[in-house]
């Protein structure tokens, strides 16, 4: 039954998933929450004890109008991504900073974490799923994120007709609680990790970048070679929601494009990018969507590994 709820949550049944995160939500921390929860379910557990909303989008909007009781991260400040041996996305070295600030928000391993971005494209939603991932790296599976983030959270609030009740101004500062982390290594893939899959049969690497990135046809600034790691299959980030906008795609629509780039979608997987931004969308797509729980991200992506003289490939060559 669980299995047959999943897979209509993921075809659009909004019903059914509100229904399955409330057994998530009843269970606690014994039990993993979905990944993907909806607009409407924000709506009705908005208040609800062992409840948190994060949002991620920049402090004006937030003061202006956010989810009533969410806190506000700044995404690019609080530690989620440091630079690092000129990399500039890497996990840190200090993930009791990360347990703190988790606390601080008034959070503890009770707690559903519901995680908010802007909504408003595929590149957005990556602050929402490299959010997801750090919660499972210190080994927090109780979290979600809101599917079309806050765009989709203002259509259903106008949708009712703009209740007062569904917005609140101005920062929200909880009392601290403690949130203990439990540190799940298995699921960094560092550079060395990238090089030993080079010559293993049965690893899958994915690029999550665009294709002119993927093919060397542009090189980003934090880069310094252009191409991708040798044998990677590029599937772009903004494949993975519908029209590049802030929903993810259905299961089956993933499924069907994983296809059309040569990427199973079982088995050891490595997802990577520039900083472990956009791979963090490929990664929860893998992992989270498609299921497939041997999936890894490497944050450093080719920032760390071009800084490191690491060899790549560059399919098509314009000089």
């Not at 409840?51 to 989620?80: E, S």
Request: one cysteine or more; glycine letters at 10%; proline letters at 5%.
């Amino acid at each position: 039954m669980k299995t047959k709820w999943r897979n209509r949550w993921f075809s659009g049944g909004v019903a059914l998933a509100s229904a399955v995160a409330g057994l998530a939500l009843s269970a606690g921390s014994a039990m993993a929450a979905q990944p993907l929860v909806s607009a409407e379910w924000a709506v009705a557990h908005i208040g609800k004890p062992d409840v948190a909303f994060i949002d991620a989008r920049p402090l004006v909007a937030y003061l202006r109008g956010h989810i009533p009781g969410a806190v506000h991260t700044h995404f690019a400040t609080d530690g989620w991504r440091v630079s690092r041996g000129g990399a500039p996305g890497m996990f840190t070295r200090h993930p009791e900073k990360l347990a703190k600030l988790i606390g601080d928000f008034g959070i503890d391993n009770k707690t559903h974490v519901i995680l908010v971005s802007p909504g408003m494209s595929s590149t957005d939603m990556g602050m929402a799923t490299r959010m997801f991932w750090t919660f499972e790296v210190l080994g927090d599976k109780n979290v979600s994120i809101l599917d079309g983030g806050m765009a989709a959270y203002l259509a259903a609030v106008k949708a009712k007709g703009n209740p007062a009740d569904l917005l609140q101004k101005g920062m929200v500062k909880p009392a601290a609680k403690t949130f203990t982390m439990s540190l799940q290594k298995d699921l960094l893939a560092n550079r060395a990790a990238v090089e030993a899959a080079l010559k293993q049969p049965g690893v899958t690497l994915i690029d999550n970048r665009p294709s002119d990135q993927y093919l060397g046809v542009t090189r980003p600034p934090v880069d310094t070679k252009s191409g991708t790691i040798p044998g990677a299959h590029n599937v772009p980030q903004e494949w993975l929601t519908q029209n590049g906008g802030g929903m993810f795609r259905s299961k089956a629509e993933i499924e069907k494009l994983y296809a059309a780039a040569g990427v199973p979608t079982t088995g050891k997987q490595i997802t990577f990018c520039n900083t472990g931004w956009w791979a963090s969308i490929g990664w929860f797509v893998s992992s989270q969507i498609l299921g497939n729980k041997d999936a890894k991200m490497y944050a450093g992506s080719m920032s760390d590994w071009t800084h490191h003289n690491m060899p790549v490939e560059t399919k098509i060559s314009v000089k």
